[in-house]
């Protein structure tokens, strides 16, 4: 069984770059020296729509818990990025990122010339926020950084791609507040 998900694992890594080009992984470091804002936060609204030229966006709505890196006027705050599904048109990009009404995540970003966020590194500037049922601790995971939590019952690793262990979310948040290297 281990196997069949390796190799099903490694024909979508091997095919995806063939069609839409190599996505270089950017460290912890890079993402947030390249962001203007780095928050935590909850998504509470998505909106599709098309912009003056026909092209067709999505505008994220964020009630944001906790700001790591710049400044903000409000706590909720909109997050841009191209693609979306528009009456029975759908637009999507390889790597592009997605979120998902009441998904909390932490987002790295750079403030467009209207002040909205646009996520840095397509998929790698969104970091899904998830909980373990039986504790409180949270971790954090996006494409290169992060895994699924240790299983609660065992504390073993569960199934993850080489080098993606757990990722605490206070790990990540000194990191992004220049606490660990």
């Given at each position: 069984?281990?196997?069949i998900v390796y190799?099903?694992?490694a024909?979508l890594?091997?095919?995806?770059?063939?069609s839409?080009?190599p996505?270089?992984?950017?460290?912890i470091?890079d993402l947030?020296?390249?962001?203007?804002?780095v928050f935590h936060?909850?998504?509470i609204?998505?909106?599709?729509?098309r912009?003056e030229s026909g092209?067709?966006?999505?505008?994220?709505?964020?009630?944001?818990?906790e700001?790591?890196?710049?400044?903000?006027?409000?706590?909720?705050?909109?997050?841009?990025?191209?693609?979306g599904?528009?009456g029975?048109r759908?637009?999507?990009?390889?790597?592009?990122?997605d979120?998902?009404?009441?998904?909390e995540?932490?987002?790295f970003?750079?403030?467009n010339?209207k002040?909205k966020?646009?996520t840095?590194?397509?998929?790698?500037?969104?970091?899904?926020?998830?909980?373990?049922?039986?504790?409180s601790?949270?971790?954090?995971?996006?494409?290169?950084?992060g895994?699924?939590p240790?299983?609660?019952a065992?504390?073993?690793?569960?199934?993850?791609?080489?080098?993606?262990?757990p990722l605490p979310?206070e790990?990540?948040k000194?990191?992004?507040e220049?606490?660990?290297?």
């Amino acid at each position: 069984m281990k196997y069949i998900v390796y190799s099903i694992i490694a024909m979508l890594c091997c095919s995806a770059p063939l069609s839409a080009g190599p996505l270089l992984p950017l460290s912890i470091a890079d993402l947030t020296q390249a962001s203007d804002v780095v928050f935590h936060g909850k998504v509470i609204s998505k909106k599709i729509a098309r912009d003056e030229s026909g092209r067709i966006f999505t505008t994220v709505r964020f009630k944001v818990h906790e700001l790591w890196k710049g400044d903000i006027k409000e706590d909720i705050f909109e997050v841009v990025h191209g693609g979306g599904i528009l009456g029975n048109r759908k637009i999507v990009a390889p790597y592009q990122v997605d979120y998902r009404l009441d998904e909390e995540a932490v987002v790295f970003c750079r403030l467009n010339s209207k002040g909205k966020g646009v996520t840095i590194g397509l998929v790698q500037g969104k970091f899904k926020v998830m909980k373990t049922l039986e504790s409180s601790k949270k971790y954090v995971r996006n494409l290169f950084h992060g895994g699924p939590p240790p299983d609660p019952a065992t504390g073993k690793l569960r199934y993850r791609l080489p080098n993606q262990l757990p990722l605490p979310f206070e790990s990540l948040k000194a990191q992004v507040e220049g606490g660990e290297r």
